[in-house]
């Protein structure tokens, strides 16, 4: 692997939950390491996600964990997690998932640039950017 870029969240103590949820979606193998297993076993904090990754057979990457203790969880507004391309069903079937216990802020529907966009965040505050084009001919 030379350089990937992919998006790192931060949660307020339901990382290993939000992780999870998203292994549920996306599939894939998750790997989760809490405080205490990387070196804090004595720590209040020590079942708290230090550090989780999920990498999927589509070769999607999605880390995250909860904030480092003492440390404010401030949810971001500038940001979304963006999933596009032309698997119409697989990014319908995300869609579905995230959408499902969240809020919908723009439905999942043909679009003036002609693809079916939507913009949901999910239950866990993560707001999603899902894309679908139509495969090219």
Not at 8 to 32: H, K, S
Not at 37 to 56: N, R, S, V
Not at 87 to 96: M, T, V
Request: charged letters at 20%.
């Amino acid at each position: 692997m030379a350089v990937r870029l992919n998006p790192y969240l931060g949660f307020d103590g339901d990382a290993r939950q939000a992780m999870e949820f998203y292994r549920e979606v996306f599939g894939g193998t998750l790997t989760l390491s809490t405080y205490g297993e990387l070196g804090q076993p004595d720590d209040p904090d020590a079942d708290k996600i230090m550090h989780g990754m999920l990498e999927t057979p589509d070769g999607l990457t999605l880390m995250g964990a909860d904030v480092p203790p003492g440390t404010a969880h401030t949810p971001g507004n500038a940001y979304s997690v963006s999933l596009s391309g032309d698997d119409a069903a697989a990014l319908r079937g995300y869609w579905e998932k995230l959408s499902a216990g969240g809020s919908v802020a723009v439905p999942l529907e043909q679009q003036i640039w002609g693809d079916v966009f939507g913009m949901c965040t999910d239950r866990f505050g993560t707001p999603w950017m899902v894309d679908i084009t139509e495969p090219a001919a």
